[in-house]
Nanobody, 120 residues
Framework: QVQLVESGGGLVQTGGSLRLSCVAS????????GNWYRQAPGKQRELVAG???????GYADSVKGRFTISRDNAKNTVYLQMNSLKPEDTGVYYC??????????????WGQGTQVTVSS
């Protein structure tokens, strides 16, 4: 079994920065893709950023140039550096990862979410 635990959320003023971390633990051989999603109140969950096993990254247009996703394979951790935050970045941020176990089973996992609030 695998668990994803996010941390790093909080309250920040417009223009501020936060760094989210997602640590995977359990039966892990490899983290394939790692993604960050967010869900604002009353809105659908949306993909914010993703990183592949090879290190390629992709971003939603709304965060390009402000957010950076990265990974540390040795620590089984995916990060999201968020700069120049705006009130519209407010929401619950979820980590999602496609993980292959040591028995070669590949499954999709979600963290419990971490709240990010940007005040104007």
């Amino acid at each position: 079994q695998v668990q994803l635990v996010e941390s790093g959320g909080g309250l920040v003023q417009t223009g501020g920065s936060l760094r989210l971390s997602c640590v995977a633990s359990g039966d892990i051989f490899r983290i394939n893709t790692g993604n960050w999603y967010r869900q604002a109140p009353g809105k659908q969950r949306e993909l914010v950023a993703g990183v592949t096993s090879g290190g390629s990254t992709g971003y939603a247009d709304s965060v390009k140039g402000r957010f950076t996703i990265s990974r540390d394979n040795a620590k089984n951790t995916v990060y999201l550096q968020m700069n120049s935050l705006k009130p519209e970045d407010t929401g619950v941020y979820y980590c999602n990862a496609l993980i292959t176990s040591r028995t070669s089973r590949t499954s999709d996992y979600w963290g419990q979410g971490t709240q990010v609030t940007v005040s104007s």
